[in-house]
């Protein structure tokens, strides 16, 4: 005999058997209600139920028995157990009902709901957000947040008119892998939020102002970084279902920017970008925009309405505008190239890669060329140094006298300067400093060592560069090298001259881990040519004008050449070593191996400009 007891005190609420039924194990025979559930005690084995001891609407105590069970009779045919894989299979294939309400909402916020929407974009030669979205995550990692969000504007449009048309109030978020097959999960994970510009021109409602405020809080807390695409119009003036006048209160902007210096924050864009979806851009540490788009603080509406003309969009902020003014960081033929480069520029932040491929080290001898006046390419140097295809340049259109760029050698990324010759001979102005400058700090909150390789006669001076506050900007350089908590190397190519020369080695020749110098290397307080005409002035004015005092000078900057060439500076400790050019990727590998990274500080940040 087996007895079914009560699990718990409950009432009585329905007998699913009679006296004399056969039950199979796991049957239900009673149903029990407490605090307003139902509980299901079922049969523990097979059995003819003999006797049921209580009357519906009867309570019972825990452990009462409830019915009592004897074997089954043998001359009582035994009924065909179900399969339990032809139940699952049947429920998947026929989904109840609740589950099927689900499915059928979710399909509305799916392009495929949308096809003219589709269309149109396809017609401006552009991607839905889904598809972007799609093409960053690892297949099969996104998980969305706030997909059955709809605009605040139920007061005016009815719920099928909202399902149908503004889809995740216009705003795509979630969680995804990128780049996971290279770092693994923990540090592949990371906030995915595209405004979508089919759903009322990708405007910032009141919704999808939640779900964003969301987001960047998780971000925040786990330390995720974040990718924006920023496309559409700003500020939506149409949601009435919320008691709002200005709607000036909401928290995105400053959670977004609360995550500077946090974590990678990573702006996209193709075609518009006005307005508050423009503001939360220029918060990015990054910027990567498609060659058709436009970017500003006020759309054509705004601009008009502040009696400032009338202006297509086109006319305002488009990407080569943009680009030449150091807005956009990396710009990009489409948003195919865009998600590319986003991906490339997180896997920086990422770690480490296992593979890679070297380029030829004996190429660097050649990079510099023999006559000393004759200017060259630094990125030569850079594409020499890096894995292949490793080099990410940014800001391109912007501050010429520096190249910044992420890079790897050996598969360990690092930050990457460059003085350049073939603008002003490589002398450091205002805006060359200030693109330096952020991007020690963008390396330094995220913590990549910084290479820095060398060749400027100094700081452009002069009436017309002061006129730009040369001094206070080229100033940043030294702030943002003093303030650095990564590893710092150096390597000077050619001219080493002066303060130019002390900023691009993090504030003076001894405060990189190392600084070594090619053969070509040559130093001085100033440049040399200047240094002999300060220098000796006498000398020259009391020489005989023309060809004496020509021969004169030759001679005395020939001098000066000799005394501050790479080996005299080793040989008096000024710097650490004189190499062979294709030595330094080697120098580099094992600076870097050795090189900790530095934890993010609570307080540091990345200057937007």
């Not at 518009?272 to 910027?287: E, K, T």
């Not at 040519?529 to 220098?535: I, M, P, T």
């Amino acid at each position: 005999m087996t007895d079914l007891r009560a699990p718990l005190q409950a009432q009585l609420v329905e007998w699913q058997v009679a006296p004399g039924a056969t039950v199979r194990a796991g049957q239900v025979v009673a149903i029990l209600e407490a605090m307003k559930m139902e509980h299901e005690v079922r049969a523990t084995e097979d059995g003819d139920v003999i006797e049921l001891f209580f009357e519906r609407g009867d309570i019972v105590d825990e452990g009462d028995v409830l019915a009592r069970l004897a074997p089954v009779a043998a001359h009582k045919p035994q009924a065909p157990r179900a399969d339990p894989g032809m139940e699952t299979a049947s429920a998947n294939t026929n989904p109840r009902p609740d589950l099927q309400r689900v499915i059928d909402r979710h399909a509305l916020t799916l392009d495929a709901a949308r096809p003219q929407a589709v269309q149109r974009r396809r017609e401006r030669g552009q991607r839905t957000a889904r598809e972007n979205v799609a093409d960053l995550c690892d297949a099969g990692s996104f998980d969305e947040y706030g997909a059955l969000a709809v605009a605040a504007q139920r007061s005016r449009r009815s719920e099928d008119d909202l399902m149908r048309n503004t889809p995740a109030d216009g705003m795509v978020t979630g969680v995804g892998n990128i780049n996971g097959a290279l770092f693994g999960p923990e540090k592949s994970r990371a906030v995915v939020m595209a405004y979508d510009a089919t759903v009322l021109a990708g405007t910032q409602g009141m919704r999808n102002h939640q779900k964003t405020d969301r987001m960047l809080g998780l971000a925040l807390k786990n330390r995720w970084p974040v990718v924006l695409f920023a496309e559409g119009g700003g500020g939506r003036p149409g949601d009435t279902d919320m008691p709002v006048v200005a709607g000036l209160h909401v928290g995105t902007f400053a959670g977004y920017a609360r995550l500077n210096g946090q974590v990678p924050v990573v702006g996209i864009v193709s075609g518009r970008c006005f307005a508050g979806n423009a503001a939360l851009l220029g918060c990015s540490d990054v910027i990567i925009a498609t060659e058709d788009s436009n970017i500003g603080m006020g759309g054509p509406a705004m601009v008009e309405g502040g009696g400032l003309g009338s202006f297509a969009p086109e006319a305002i902020g488009p990407a080569r505008v943009q680009h030449g003014n150091g807005v956009i960081d990396v710009l990009v033929a489409d948003e195919a190239a865009a998600v590319a480069a986003a991906r490339q520029y997180l896997s920086y932040f990422q770690g480490p890669v296992k593979h890679f491929t070297a380029p030829d080290p004996l190429l660097l001898r050649d990079v510099v060329p023999e006559n000393r006046l004759r200017a060259y390419d630094t990125r030569a140097a850079m594409s020499g140094l890096a894995d292949t295809g490793s080099l990410l340049e940014l800001r391109t259109g912007f501050g010429a006298g520096i190249h910044t760029a992420l890079a790897r050698i050996e598969g360990r990324p690092f930050g990457l300067l460059a003085n350049n010759p073939l603008h002003l001979g490589g002398a450091i102005d205002a805006d060359a400093a200030d693109k330096a400058a952020r991007f020690m700090q963008l390396c330094n909150a995220h913590g990549l060592p910084l290479v820095s390789l060398v060749d400027t006669p100094g700081f452009m001076v002069g009436p017309d560069i002061e006129a730009r506050a040369q001094v206070r900007h080229v100033s940043r350089m030294f702030v943002a090298a003093a303030h650095l908590r990564v590893p710092y190397f150096s390597v000077v190519l050619r001219k080493g001259y002066g303060l130019g020369a002390m900023a691009m080695t993090a504030g003076g020749f001894h405060e990189p881990d190392f600084i070594a110098a090619w053969p070509t290397g040559e130093f001085g307080a100033m440049g040399l040519e200047g240094a002999v005409k300060l220098g000796y002035r006498k000398e020259l004015e009391a020489a005989a004008p023309g060809e004496g005092r020509d021969r004169l000078y030759e001679q005395l900057v020939a001098r000066q050449y000799d005394n501050g060439q790479a080996l005299n500076m080793a040989a008096t400790l000024e710097i650490d070593a004189v190499i062979d050019p294709a030595h330094t990727r080697a120098w580099l590998a094992r600076g870097l191996a050795a090189a900790r990274r530095a934890p993010g500080a609570p307080g540091a940040s990345v200057d937007t400009w």
